[in-house]
């Protein structure tokens, strides 16, 4: 059973443009959502994570949109670069129990 | 800070080898995770150690894998007998504290080793 589902599973934009990857979850003890990037060879690594306590976190150019009623939450990437093109993972965990992951995107940056 | 610390990176292994993973957490983290990632898919949680202490392994195959994280040296992660179905990254990761502590939530990933079974 998958307890964070994640969508797409790719995703090509052009430089510039805002990619939004979409997470959806069931347990509602979940109380930390973080996002990861990994880079090809690399491990995953902490880009950005939110609470449910707030609706929205931004940090950079990337922003955590948060909706809680709906069990959802999002990354968007605000101006994109080639250099942010790598998988991403959402994931939620309750006070550091167990993290479950998201099936992760591809993202494509276009020059 | 060298962060967390996995090797071999890359491992190549017959069927029936046994395959051994090494992770070195950070320092100062006393709590260790380990998780497999198959080609296309997310991170599937494997077990959970302290220091001597096997804390949560659901997540782990029931025949063939052992995990240990000894008062001294690294975390090890062993399969046994490995078959073509074990070919997968396997990352370390580590945090400062346990479930429910500052800290806990702060996972910090390795660069994985890469087992290949022929």
């Known amino acids: 059973q998958q307890q964070v589902k994640q969508s797409p599973q790719s995703l090509i934009v052009q430089k510039g443009g805002i990619p939004i990857i979409n997470c959806a979850y069931e347990n509602t003890a979940f109380d930390y959502f973080p996002w990861y990037q990994q880079f090809p060879g690399k491990g995953p690594a902490l880009l950005i994570a939110?609470?449910?306590?707030?609706s929205e976190k931004k940090e950079g150019r990337f922003t955590i949109s948060f909706n809680k009623s709906a069990k959802q939450f999002s990354l968007h990437i605000m101006d994109s670069q080639p250099g942010d093109s790598a998988t991403y993972f959402c994931a939620a965990t309750n006070t550091g129990n167990q993290f479950y992951f998201g099936t992760g995107t591809s993202l494509t940056v276009i020059p | 800070n060298a962060g967390v610390m996995q090797n071999p990176r890359h491992l190549v292994r017959r069927r029936g080898q046994e395959a051994r993973l090494r992770c070195s957490p950070m320092?100062?983290?006393?709590?260790v995770y380990w998780y497999r990632q198959l080609p296309e898919e997310g991170l599937k949680f494997m077990v959970y150690?302290?220091?001597?202490?096997?804390?949560?392994e659901s997540g782990m195959p029931k025949e063939r894998f052992s995990a240990e994280f000894p008062k001294e040296g690294p975390s090890i992660l062993r399969i046994q007998q490995v078959v073509r179905g074990d070919s997968a990254a396997y990352f370390c990761a580590s945090s400062p504290n346990g479930p429910g502590s500052p800290g806990a939530n702060v996972l910090t990933f390795g660069a994985g080793s890469r087992l290949t079974v022929l």
């Open positions: 939110i609470r449910p306590d707030v």
């Open positions: 150690l302290q220091k001597e202490n096997i804390i949560d």
């Open positions: 320092k100062g983290h006393s709590h």
